[in-house]
Structure formats: C-alpha cells, structure tokens
C-alpha cells in the first residue's frame, strides 16, 4: 500500500509504502530526504549574496562522466559567508571514493533532489585549511585559526582554494599538527562511526565485544579498526594477507583473509558485524552474527545505484525489498541494521577531536596533487592504488 500526505502549513511531504517510509523537507534554505530511517540533507546556497570586488577563488569543476578528462580548474566568486559559516582557505582536501563514484554519475538520481547531482559541479565533503571570515553568529572561529571538518554532499564541495562550510561541522587543529593527513579523516570517520553506531555499538558497551570488519584494511575499515580497539572491542580483520600487517597495527586482535570459504569457518560468534568492502558478501556476514548480538552495518549497499539504474517507484520497491530481506537474516535477539549513508554529525566529529587529540586515528596519504592534475588523482583513487589522495588548492 502506497501514501502520499502533506500536513496544512507542512513543508514536509511524506510517502509511506509497504511500511518504508520516504519524506522530503523543503525549508526556506534546506531540503532534507529521509529514506528508510537514512537521512541526506543539504543546505541550498544563498542567492544573491556575491559581493562586487571581493577576491575570486578557484575550484577542480567536474564536467561529468568521463574520467580523466572530466575536469577543468574554474574560478568563482567567493560569497560572504551566512550567520553560521565560516570561510575556509582550503590547503588540502581528500579525494574519496564517493567522490571518485559521483564523478562517474553515481547517485545523481537520488542526490539531484538536494541539489547535488547535477554537474558541472565541485566534489570533496573534507577538507583542512586556515579561517578568512566568519559569519555574525559564529563565536568559536575567528580569521587565521587552523581547522579541518566536513561538509554535506552538495554541487559546491572542498576540490576548492576556498569553502563555505557551517561552523558546527569543523573543528580546531590541535596545536603541533599538520594540516595534510587531517584533511583525509573527517569524511571517513564521520561514515565509519555513523556504521559502527548503526551496528549498535558505542564507547560504552565496546569493550569486550568481538567485532567483525569487512575491509578493514581500507579508510573506512581501518579507522573503525583504530577506534573500536581504543574503546576496548576485540576486532578480527578481514583482509588480503598483503595487508595484515596494517590491519594489526590498526589494532586488530586477529586477521583474516578473505577467501572463497571465509565467512563459514568463522562462525555465529561475533557481537556485532561491518561492512566496508561489497555488499555481495552482506548476508554472508549477518550469518557470523551470534543470538542475542548488538547488530551490523553497511555501507556498501545499493540504495543510490537502485534509484539510478531503477527510477523512483522501482529504485524505491527494489531498496525497500533488498532491505526487509537482509533485516531478516538477523538472528534471535539482535535489532540493530543499518544502511549508512555520509551526513554530518556532532557526536562524530566530538568524538573525532578526542582521538585527533590523543593521536588515535590516522590514514595514510599516498598521493598529492593540485587542482589542475585531479584527473590524475580521481584516477589514482579509482585503480585503488594506496594511500589517500589529497588535493592541493
């Protein structure tokens, strides 16, 4: 059964079908879609606040599909931040592969509702760099701090010389530290703690639990790794054997490698499951659930790339179908199944800050380019080469 319901005066249009619910919020300068409990949010940007005789910037503009040749370096003209943002001269920003996937047209479908799935456009969610202005209400920055943070999935991401972010999703650089290998963590653990939350794990019920991460020798699967060991869980790896190593220095207490027989001579023993690496291997993993665990999360499922292959009414019957099957194949007792998708949240970059500070999560940077050679760096990303990949503006 199909619903469709608009409250009087609401901004809020809601759809329900067979039980999945799908809102879309349209404020005065936000649009917010929820679907299925994942939430994708953006802020739209102001109109007409470009100031004559204000410096301009410039930015890598995605043109669209087609790889390498994809980019050209544009300038624009820097806005006057809102009440709530700050001005960021960007001197890093990461290369992820979300980014590497939107340039390819991954999610357009989906994200164009928010405004963020039409190109040209500008990618990257993180970023490092130095304060050039502030808004009137912002009283935690000030011009010449150092910060690094996130910022939503929109048309005018961080492949910039400058950004316009709220306040409220960036945080100080600890005196002593780099900006570089900051500006490839804040995207990443903020979708790593977003899955781990999911699962149903937190600092508090962490210790003791064995926990299964499914690429853990990637971003994602390494900060958790590095995070769930400081919180005291027992995390098994899974990994190829070239990148055992990593994987133990993350943190983990075992490695595995991942073969063809893997997931059944693992057993129904861990408390709680990740899954960083593809979501063919999603029911395999719920199955190395015991009775009674917290749960598991993905980000790897096929939500966007449902809607994009699919449409609206078959993307959403498709997602919703996909979903109530794996939820199934939880065992006894366990209630905690998420679908995770990047959104800025305060509680992740609170606790991003505690590990930054203790030195506690880390990635390596493999590659660094400037804005004119991100062809290069998107393709360095897309073959899976190692290390992160920074942007240089």
Same mark, same amino acid.
């Given at each position: 059964?199909?619903?469709?319901?608009?409250? *009087?005066?609401?901004?809020?249009l809601r759809i329900q079908c067979h039980g999945f619910a799908t809102a879309l919020k349209i404020?005065?300068?936000?649009?917010?879609?929820? #679907? $299925?409990?994942?939430?994708?949010?953006?802020? &739209?940007?102001?109109?007409? &606040?470009?100031? +004559?005789?204000?410096?301009?910037?410039?930015?890598?503009?995605?043109?669209?599909?087609? /790889?390498?040749?994809? !980019?050209?370096?544009? +300038?624009?003209?820097?806005?006057?931040?809102?009440?709530?943002?700050?001005?960021?001269?960007?001197?890093?920003?990461?290369?992820? *592969?979300?980014?590497?996937?939107?340039?390819?047209?991954?999610?357009?479908?989906?994200?164009?509702?928010? =405004?963020?799935?039409?190109?040209?456009?500008?990618? /990257?969610?993180?970023?490092? $760099?130095?304060?050039t202005a502030v808004g009137s209400r912002v009283a935690t920055f000030k011009i010449g701090d150092?910060?690094?943070?996130?910022?939503?999935?929109?048309?005018?991401?961080?492949?910039?010389?400058?950004? %316009? @972010?709220?306040?409220?999703?960036?945080?100080? @650089?600890?005196?002593?530290?780099?900006l570089h290998p900051l500006a490839a963590i804040p995207y990443s653990f903020t979708t790593m703690? %977003?899955?781990?939350?999911?699962? $149903?794990?937190?600092?508090?019920?962490?210790?003791?639990?064995?926990?299964?991460?499914? /690429?853990?020798?990637?971003?994602?699967?390494?900060?958790?790794?590095?995070?769930?060991?400081?919180?005291?869980?027992?995390?098994?790896? #899974?990994?190829?054997?070239?990148?055992?190593?990593?994987?133990?220095?993350?943190?983990?207490?075992?490695?595995?490698?991942?073969?063809?027989?893997?997931?059944?001579?693992?057993? &129904?023993?861990?408390?709680?499951?990740?899954?960083?690496?593809?979501?063919?291997?999603?029911?395999?993993?719920?199955?190395?659930?015991?009775?009674?665990?917290?749960?598991?999360?993905?980000?790897?499922?096929?939500?966007?790339?449902?809607?994009?292959?699919? =449409?609206?009414?078959?993307?959403?019957?498709?997602?919703?179908?996909?979903?109530?099957?794996?939820?199934?194949?939880? *065992?006894?007792?366990?209630?905690?199944?998420?679908? @995770?998708?990047?959104?800025?949240?305060?509680?992740?970059?609170?606790?991003? &800050? +505690? !590990?930054?500070?203790?030195?506690?999560?880390?990635?390596?940077?493999?590659?660094?380019?400037?804005?004119?050679?991100?062809?290069?760096?998107?393709?360095?990303?897309?073959?899976?080469?190692?290390?992160?990949?920074?942007?240089? *503006?």
């Amino acid at each position: 059964m199909t619903s469709v319901s608009q409250a *009087p005066g609401s901004h809020v249009l809601r759809i329900q079908c067979h039980g999945f619910a799908t809102a879309l919020k349209i404020a005065p300068r936000t649009v917010c879609i929820q #679907i $299925g409990g994942v939430d994708v949010c953006r802020r &739209r940007p102001l109109q007409g &606040r470009e100031v +004559q005789g204000m410096t301009s910037g410039t930015a890598a503009l995605c043109l669209g599909p087609g /790889g390498s040749g994809g !980019f050209t370096v544009r +300038q624009f003209t820097k806005r006057r931040p809102a009440a709530d943002e700050i001005e960021v001269a960007v001197t890093a920003a990461s290369v992820n *592969p979300i980014d590497v996937r939107r340039s390819e047209g991954y999610g357009r479908k989906l994200l164009s509702l928010i =405004g963020a799935g039409t190109f040209p456009l500008v990618l /990257g969610n993180d970023f490092a $760099g130095t304060v050039t202005a502030v808004g009137s209400r912002v009283a935690t920055f000030k011009i010449g701090d150092r910060v690094y943070g996130v910022k939503p999935a929109s048309t005018e991401g961080t492949h910039a010389s400058h950004v %316009l @972010v709220k306040a409220v999703h960036v945080l100080a @650089v600890p005196e002593g530290l780099d900006l570089h290998p900051l500006a490839a963590i804040p995207y990443s653990f903020t979708t790593m703690w %977003l899955a781990v939350r999911g699962a $149903g794990l937190t600092r508090e019920n962490a210790p003791g639990k064995n926990v299964l991460v499914h /690429g853990a020798a990637g971003g994602l699967g390494t900060l958790a790794t590095q995070m769930l060991s400081a919180w005291g869980a027992r995390v098994t790896a #899974i990994a190829r054997r070239s990148n055992s190593k990593v994987c133990l220095e993350a943190g983990a207490t075992e490695v595995v490698e991942q073969t063809d027989k893997l997931f059944g001579s693992l057993g &129904r023993t861990f408390d709680a499951t990740l899954n960083f690496a593809t979501w063919e291997d999603d029911l395999a993993l719920l199955g190395c659930l015991r009775d009674g665990a917290l749960g598991h999360a993905t980000t790897v499922h096929p939500m966007l790339g449902n809607f994009d292959r699919l =449409g609206w009414l078959r993307g959403m019957l498709k997602t919703i179908s996909q979903k109530k099957h794996h939820r199934r194949a939880l *065992p006894k007792g366990a209630s905690n199944y998420a679908w @995770v998708l990047f959104k800025p949240h305060k509680a992740a970059l609170d606790d991003l &800050r +505690q !590990f930054v500070g203790h030195n506690h999560v880390s990635l390596p940077i493999g590659l660094c380019k400037p804005l004119a050679a991100a062809g290069v760096a998107f393709d360095h990303v897309r073959k899976r080469q190692p290390g992160r990949v920074l942007l240089l *503006p």
